[in-house]
């Protein structure tokens, strides 16, 4: 079964420095990546995924991630940080088992942006 | 199209009561995910449907769980009796097809305490 392992519970970090918030996943023959989002009071919602194809990938309000195969590694990036990324930040990786696939979830990174 | 409706937002209860929470999936989705989010136990999956049938309901905690999916457009987690270790927030998330690779869209969560 696929794990994941967020390395830091919190980061904080000023405003307009850049953030990366790291996650290693448990090797696999194939793998999909998820980076999620919670703001305050919030559901989660996707911030990025990987599938296939490049290993940099976009997402949005400015966030990157890289699969990276041979350090099995996932992290999220971003050059410059605001006050509005402050928020709880989640990698996750579905895991078969069963017959189907469930989405696992890391313990969360929360991203604290200081002024 | 609305998102993932919850209600309610907020549930406060005493011990031994019965809470009910319910679910709205998007239209169209036809997977249904319940998930326990608390400090201690980060995001916990508890039932997964796929076409209106539990398919996995292995992360109900104990027989005071239950959940149901009557039709495609809603889904109800029910506890009775109530206890205080049951206070988390609870999120519904749907997606269309399993969890492999695509999309889980979560509702905004039910925050629920049981006194």
């Known amino acids: 079964a696929q794990s994941v392992t967020q390395l830091d519970s919190q980061v904080p970090v000023f405003e307009e420095a850049p953030v990366e918030l790291r996650c290693n996943y448990s090797?696999?023959?194939?793998?999909?990546l998820f980076w999620y989002v919670q703001y305050p009071n919030q559901g989660l919602q996707l911030l990025l995924k990987?599938?296939?194809?490049?290993?940099l990938v976009k997402g949005i309000n400015g966030f990157e991630a890289e699969f990276n195969k041979s350090q099995t590694s996932f992290h999220l990036r971003k050059p410059s940080v605001h006050i509005s990324d402050t928020a709880e930040y989640f990698c996750?990786?579905?895991?078969?088992?069963?017959?189907?696939?469930?989405?696992?979830f890391g313990a969360g990174t929360r991203l604290a942006v200081h002024p | 199209d609305a998102g993932v409706i919850q209600s309610p937002r907020h549930e406060v209860t005493e011990m031994g009561q019965e809470v009910t929470l319910r679910c709205k999936p998007i239209?169209?989705?036809?997977?249904l995910f319940w998930y326990r989010q608390t400090m201690m136990r980060g995001l916990e999956l508890l039932i997964y449907f796929n076409n209106n049938v539990p398919i996995d309901d292995s992360g109900m905690p104990e027989d005071r769980f239950s959940a149901k999916m009557p039709n495609a457009s809603f889904s109800t987690l029910k506890i009775q009796p109530s206890e205080p270790r049951d206070s988390a927030v609870y999120f519904c998330?749907?997606?269309?097809?399993?969890?492999?690779?695509?999309?889980?869209?979560f509702g905004a969560g039910s925050r629920l305490t049981v006194l």
């Open positions: 996750a990786v579905p895991t078969f088992s069963g017959g189907y696939n469930k989405l696992i």
């Open positions: 239209s169209g989705h036809n997977s």
């Open positions: 090797s696999s023959v194939s793998v999909y």
């Open positions: 998330a749907s997606s269309l097809g399993g969890a492999g690779g695509n999309v889980l869209t």
């Open positions: 990987y599938l296939s194809g490049s290993t």
